[in-house]
């Protein structure tokens, strides 16, 4: 029973262009989401979150969209740097259980 | 600034062996957590601990035991090694259980069961 999905395992995109990753949950009962990103051989550092109260919350380059009606939300990076390479995790949580998604691995060309 | 400290980072086991993954953090946090993470599969929380003596269930705890004698640390331990706990662990803390305190996760420790 996967509870939070990220239904494309790897997106590439040119750089300078806008990165949107993508993730879909079952539980209405969660009530605050978070990105992550995971370079090979580290640990997961936490991007961005959002409470489930708001649409949208940006810092700097990276935007995150929640659509609860639809139990969907999305990461945009704009413009994507060749830095952003890595396995970005969405995951929703509440009571301080986090549930993650199975991540996917952005590929972004100079 | 050490943050969430594991060991070891690599580790082969023979099948039945048992282990120690050590996991231990210097911010007095309150909350820590055990996640593995499978090729595709994302992160599994395994264990969780609010505080030190609590702690409860993941998801996939099976095979797999905790203990929380002190907010600093949070040992993972395996009892009888399986080739369904090859794996990445990840060890993490946060101050609170309010949703708003992110995670900080150890490195990790890659773990082979032969």
């Known amino acids: 029973d996967q509870q939070v999905k990220q239904n494309s395992p790897s997106l590439s995109v040119q750089e300078g262009r806008i990165s949107i990753l993508n993730c879909d949950y079952t539980n209405s009962m969660f009530d605050y989401f978070l990105w992550y990103k995971k370079y090979p051989a580290e640990g997961p550092t936490f991007l961005i979150s959002i409470s489930s109260i708001k649409d949208k919350n940006e810092d700097g380059r990276f935007t995150v969209f929640l659509n609860k009606s639809a139990k969907h939300l999305s990461l945009h990076i704009v413009p994507s740097q060749p830095g952003d390479s890595a396995v970005y995790f969405c995951?929703?949580?509440?009571?301080?259980?986090?549930?993650f998604g199975q991540g996917t691995t952005l590929q972004v060309k100079p | 600034n050490a943050g969430v400290t594991q060991t070891p980072k690599f580790r082969i086991l023979k099948i039945g062996q048992s282990m120690t993954l050590q996991c231990a953090q210097d911010?007095?946090?309150?909350?820590m957590y055990w996640y593995r993470q499978d090729p595709g599969m994302g992160l599994k929380l395994i264990y969780y601990?609010?505080?030190?003596?609590?702690?409860d269930k993941g998801e996939v705890p099976n095979g797999y035991n905790v203990s929380r004698s002190t907010t600093e640390d949070f040992p993972l331990r395996l009892e009888l090694a399986a080739p369904s706990q090859t794996s990445v662990y990840f060890c993490?803390?946060?101050?609170?259980?309010?949703?708003?305190?992110?995670?900080?996760f150890g490195s990790g420790t890659q773990l082979s069961v032969l």
């Open positions: 601990s609010v505080g030190a003596g609590i702690t």
């Open positions: 911010m007095n946090h309150n909350y």
């Open positions: 993490a803390s946060s101050s609170g259980g309010q949703g708003w305190e992110k995670l900080f």
């Open positions: 995951a929703a949580g509440n009571t301080g259980k986090l549930i």
